[in-house]
């Protein structure tokens, strides 16, 4: 039995945020997907916060979701555990690749939100960690807010000139 930390309704609520995707046979362990396509890097770091880049990852909530369906079938076996392993072989692999995916997810996020803070603020990676773990917000933006109001922005990204010909000019 799983003990999970949310309610049913809860998980279900979580799911609702996010997209259904289709079946995809190189990825047929995922069943959501986020709703917003992630930004550009070149976009400015609040858009591309408010935009959900570096929100919490989606495979969590698909995690939780298919240990309700592994509680519910061993429920249904009772004690012939034989019979709940052939049911759920096909569950708990899709258990097991949603939570290693939940993990790099969650790695290349952090990642990602530790280097555009050194990109548009005179901070390196270990100033920007000891902010994070003294900050006492709520939010991301709250960090943001945070940190833009200490420290001095040191580039902000434009978009790139376009390449091949240039407009006429008449």
Request: hydrophobic share 30%; aromatic share 14%.
């Amino acid at each position: 039995m799983f003990t999970i930390p949310l309610s049913r309704k809860q998980v279900e609520k979580q799911l609702s945020q996010y997209q259904k995707i289709n079946y995809n046979q190189f990825r047929w362990w995922r069943m959501y997907q986020p709703k917003n396509k992630p930004l550009d890097n070149r976009k400015p770091l609040r858009d591309r916060i408010l935009n959900g880049d570096f929100d919490y990852s989606c495979y969590k909530a698909q995690q939780y979701w298919v240990e309700y369906q592994l509680n519910d079938i061993l429920e249904e076996c009772g004690v012939d555990y034989q019979m709940y392993l052939e049911k759920t072989s096909v569950i708990r692999a899709r258990r097991k690749r949603l939570i290693e995916d939940f993990e790099k997810d969650e790695a290349d996020r952090l990642l990602s939100l530790k280097t555009a803070f050194t990109q548009h603020y005179r901070l390196t990676r270990d100033q920007i960690e000891e902010e994070m773990i003294n900050f006492s917000g709520d939010s991301l933006i709250d960090f943001y807010y945070h940190i833009h109001e200490q420290h001095k922005i040191v580039h902000m990204p434009y978009p790139l000139k376009r390449r091949g010909r240039p407009k006429k000019v008449i």
